[in-house]
């Protein structure tokens, strides 16, 4: 199994993501020739070059901005997440790479407006949408799928500490959109007095990770470094494994963000309460679902004596147990809990873009051994674009199916003939 390895033993930032996928093997001409695709080459200038942190060498990418003018420094105004989409789908790119930029993209508004009390689509990106991380994302995006990994894997991510100074003025380290994004993945902050992971790393991070851990079991072929903008008291850079491993054995310690169809252990934590205003269990699942809870749902039961009862369960990582136990204890009149390991077997996932009469539709395919079991336009995203046309969702759905069986159809005919 090819396996794609982030160690971020100093933090992770698009730039040296990108860098570090480059100094990896991706071929740096097929990389800019896609980036031009995106028509923006009168906006920047690009530089990558080797260069040095504590005596480790690698490839550092460097974006410069410029003005009408072409000079260096112009501050440029922020673009919108339709702006992005529009962008991409005007684009000639891929549709893997449309996708994963758009996933990280989402992943970024979300929790800007969260924190901004807003909506998706009223965050302007001024600091993860101009054209330096613009091109960040969408360059790891192009030399992911150039690599086409199996799974991609990740270490526990250090997010420096101190802090930073943004257009909103000066807030701590981590920042708020980071603590945001990496909920339910494990962290470690302090080596420096820095901001080591910044709001771009930590999305490209959560829209492609699906497995965290520090073990690693796997044949290293390959080793790429991702030198990063300054020089700290730990050597700044981003190191990359491509591995191959005979198989994916997932420990109970271990966080998976996305399904697979292999097995992998979560835990269990349940409580049945008989005594408490119902009223507050929507507002303790919000609680679990904000520190990182996997799932959350509640079942009628009927206790002794005939007393009707809730049972509340919570599907959760082995990291968070602490951290659910202490809301459940507080929030809730429990008194006891129960807690055990659970096997989990989840359908392998992808997600491709389907063009319909409407625009692109992000559309999540699950596959079990190989054979297509089912699939799901992505709510959101339909929700947005039976606004925008004054349609019935229902009607976008029927366009979805519509256009999936005409592909396949299309697919069986080539096939067929070959």
């Known amino acids: ?191 420096v007095q820095f901001e080591t992971t910044t709001p771009t790393g930590a999305a490209i991070l959560a829209a492609n990770v699906d497995h965290y851990t520090d073990r690693l079991s796997f044949r290293i072929q390959t080793v790429g470094y991702g030198v990063g903008q300054r020089d700290l008291e730990i050597p700044n850079v981003l190191r990359v494994y491509l591995a191959e491993a005979d198989e994916v054995s997932l420990d109970a310690s271990s966080v998976n963000r996305t399904s697979s169809a292999q097995s992998e252990i979560q835990w269990l934590v349940e409580t049945n309460i008989d005594d408490m205003n119902p009223e507050i269990l929507p507002y303790v699942e919000t609680k679990l679902l904000e520190i990182g809870a996997l799932d959350v749902f509640k079942t009628p039961i009927i206790m002794k004596n005939g007393r009707s009862a809730t049972k509340l369960s919570v599907l959760v990582t082995k990291e968070l147990l602490p951290q659910i136990k202490q809301i459940i204890f507080r929030e809730t009149t429990a008194i006891g809990l129960r807690c055990y390991p659970v096997e989990k077997t989840a359908l392998d996932r992808k997600v491709e873009m389907i063009t319909t009469k409407y625009g692109s539709v992000p559309v999540k395919f699950s596959y079990w051994q190989g054979e297509l079991m089912k699939y799901k336009p992505e709510y959101q995203d339909c929700q947005r674009i039976a606004r925008q046309h004054g349609i019935p969702l229902r009607e976008l759905y029927k366009e979805i199916d519509l256009r999936i069986a005409e592909s396949r159809s299309t697919e069986i005919t080539l096939n067929d003939k070959v």
């Open 1 to 191: 199994m090819r396996i794609l390895y982030f160690d971020c033993f100093s933090g992770i930032s698009g730039d040296m993501a990108l860098g570090a996928l480059l100094d990896l093997g991706v071929d740096k001409d097929y990389l800019l020739k896609q980036l031009r695709l995106l028509g923006l080459e009168q906006e920047y200038e690009l530089n990558i070059a080797k260069a040095q942190r504590k005596g480790i060498t690698g490839t550092k990418f460097e974006v410069k901005l410029l003005n009408k003018d072409n000079s260096v420094g112009a501050a440029h105004h922020g673009r919108t997440l339709r702006d992005i989409r529009n962008l991409l789908e005007q684009s000639g790119l891929a549709d893997g790479v449309k996708t994963r930029s758009l996933k990280i993209f989402q992943i970024l508004a979300e929790a800007e407006a969260k924190i901004h009390g807003t909506t998706v689509e009223e965050i302007h990106f001024h600091e993860v949408g101009a054209v330096d991380s613009l091109l960040d994302i969408v360059g790891v995006s192009v030399c992911l799928e150039y690599l086409q990994p199996e799974r991609i894997w990740a270490s526990s991510v250090e997010l420096g500490g101190g802090f930073v100074r943004c257009d909103h003025g000066i807030l701590p380290v981590p920042a708020p959109a980071v603590t945001e994004i990496l909920q339910g993945v494990p962290v470690k902050t302090g080596r």
